[in-house]
């Protein structure tokens, strides 16, 4: 079967919010993941007794020995294995669950004459095997071996050559995350504060962990996987930093950089007196990290200030990578939940994802922060009503007298109706970045997030040195009056210093292409830059 016939995807979010995706599609995953091709080799029937103790005798197995196989990916997809498997005779070894029967398994997938094919692995008190192997391998002996690589080991003497793939650095053993509170739960699972051990770190760092609840659905485990796959290429300030995935036991965990302020929705509906300067910087970051998500070709799909989260130090980070797209475009062929007042027109009518529509998707957001998330995107229409509005009308998310400005004007560039002259993330970049130069003279930025311990000392000792300079700045007379250094010269003639001059002056005209540079206040301070994902 060609790739592009066996694609397929399914992503399924619930219960969370009336505005999730559900929808399926012929674009992403590939059938390698169903198992069917193995039939019920290495399967429990479902009569079997002790059903239940042999499961476990498997996840004692991985748990201690496999998980330290390099060749062992953990839980993984078949839309995953075909990109790892570039080789004749290249093979992984991976958990799997079944379509049918929802049963995890371990099989070993291997690249034979230019197609993956799926062997599972069966196990009993007499050692592990392989049916399907063996019949494909005349030439291996019909027999059960106590560990898992002694069959790779006979298995790889019936051929001429197998190549393993080692799994991806950003695979991480459970051992490394320590659980701490939680943050919450959702439909797909639950969400902690925790600690992690990076490999060869003395230290642990904090981070936020995604955990599947119990023995989750096979559609929370495939999103899980799928984000991490993401996530795993993009690494941008304003993008959450993924750590990496635990997937080689159970239960599958998300480990993501830890950002505690809450999403863009929040503050916006709760902080008063947000700064214009201070709006236009949010849209600034936004759209930083969409370039960054658009040049390294992954599709969002459901921008919006839900899920942009906000640092202390109020830096956007881009979050929920759940129903992202890895290509540069995917066409949906039924669209049963969507986000429809975020949705681009040419989505509605045909199902079309790409950077484009996440660019009308940022118009929309810009419609959010102009309005501080009061309501709804086009509320109070229904969203049949919606629907229509986007189809029917030339600027279906004009917003007249919107403040900024700055930022009204540019809704109605990103919702263009017409794709071909609706800007790409590069090009709102560069006009959102020169709306904030131009509000950078505004002055400084209103409002911030509660500070750290460490960030509260930080500006301590920054207020504490601007008083000692200014003390050191003026002097007192034998009079007993202060006298002003800035106004001080020998021989007892006042003259005024060049700064004070310049005020009077004017703005300081500089030579084309030069600016002087920004003052950076506390507030206006980026995050701490987040470790480097590694490649591979």
């Known amino acids: ?54 499961e476990k005798s498997v996840d004692d197995y991985i748990s201690n020995i496999l998980k330290h196989h390099l060749w062992y990916h953990g839980m993984m997809f078949g839309g995953t294995v075909e990109k790892l498997l570039k080789w004749e005779h290249s093979y992984l070894v991976r958990r799997a669950i079944q379509r049918s029967s929802m049963k995890k398994t371990l099989c070993i997938s291997v690249k034979i004459d230019g197609k993956v094919m799926n062997f599972q692995l069966s196990w009993n008190e007499d050692g592990w095997g392989s049916t399907k192997l063996v019949a494909k391998f005349p030439k291996m002996t019909q027999k059960r071996y106590a560990h898992i690589y002694q069959l790779l080991d006979a298995w790889s003497l019936s051929v001429n050559a197998i190549t393993p793939v080692p799994r991806n650095r950003i695979v991480l053993h459970h051992s490394s995350i320590t659980l701490g509170n939680k943050l919450g739960n959702g439909a797909f699972g639950e969400v902690y504060k925790a600690k992690y051990l990076p490999n060869g770190a003395s230290e642990s760092i904090e981070v936020a962990v995604k955990r599947a609840i119990g023995d989750a659905q096979r559609s929370t485990i495939q999103e899980f996987c799928h984000e991490a796959q993401v996530m795993g290429v993009l690494q941008h300030v304003n993008i959450v930093c993924l750590y990496g995935i635990a997937s080689l036991e159970q239960p599958v965990m998300l480990v993501m950089e830890l950002v505690t302020g809450g999403d863009l929705r929040k503050h916006l509906q709760t902080t008063q007196n947000i700064s214009h300067r201070q709006l236009i910087t949010f849209a600034a970051d936004i759209a930083s990290g969409m370039k960054h998500m658009a040049q390294r070709r992954v599709i969002h799909r459901d921008l919006a200030a839900r899920n942009c989260l906000i640092t202390n130090s109020l830096k956007i980070k881009i979050s929920d990578f759940g129903l992202s797209h890895l290509g540069q475009e995917v066409i949906v062929k039924k669209l049963k939940k969507a986000p429809i007042r975020w949705l681009a027109p040419e989505t509605l009518q045909k199902g079309i994802f790409n950077e484009k529509t996440d660019v009308w998707s940022y118009g929309v957001l810009l419609t959010e922060i102009i309005n501080r998330c009061a309501t709804d995107p086009l509320a109070p229409r229904t969203l049949k009503e919606v ?72 500006s301590s000792t920054s207020t504490d040195r601007k008083v000692s300079n200014t003390a050191l700045m003026r002097k007192k007379s034998r009079d007993g009056k202060v006298k002003d250094r800035s106004t001080e010269r020998k021989g007892g003639t006042q003259r005024r210093i060049v ?29 701490p830059a987040t470790p480097p994902i590694p490649k591979t």
């Not at 397929?8 to 169903?34: A, C, H, W």
């Not at 193995?38 to 042999?54: A, F, R, V």
């Not at 993330?425 to 020169?434: A, H, K, L």
């Open 499 to 527: 700064s004070h001059r310049r005020r009077e002056m004017g703005p300081m005209k500089l030579p084309t292409g030069m600016s002087t540079p920004e003052k950076v206040s506390p507030q206006n301070m980026t995050s």
């Open 387 to 458: 629907q229509e509005w986007i189809k029917e009308s030339d600027h279906p998310h004009r917003i007249k007298n919107g403040e900024p400005k700055e930022l009204a004007d540019l809704v109605d560039v990103c919702c263009d109706k017409n794709p071909i002259t609706r800007p790409n993330f590069q090009t709102v970049r560069r006009r959102i970045r020169g709306i904030l130069e131009t509000a950078n003279v505004l002055g400084p930025i209103s409002g911030t997030l509660e500070m750290k311990k460490s960030e509260e000392r930080k």
């Open 1 to 54: 079967m060609h790739q592009n016939n066996a694609l397929k995807i399914e992503f399924i979010r619930k219960g969370e919010s009336p505005s999730d995706l559900e929808f399926s599609d012929n674009v992403g995953q590939v059938n390698s993941d169903q198992i069917s091709d193995c039939n019920s080799t290495g399967s429990i029937p479902d009569n079997q007794s002790g059903t239940s103790d042999m």
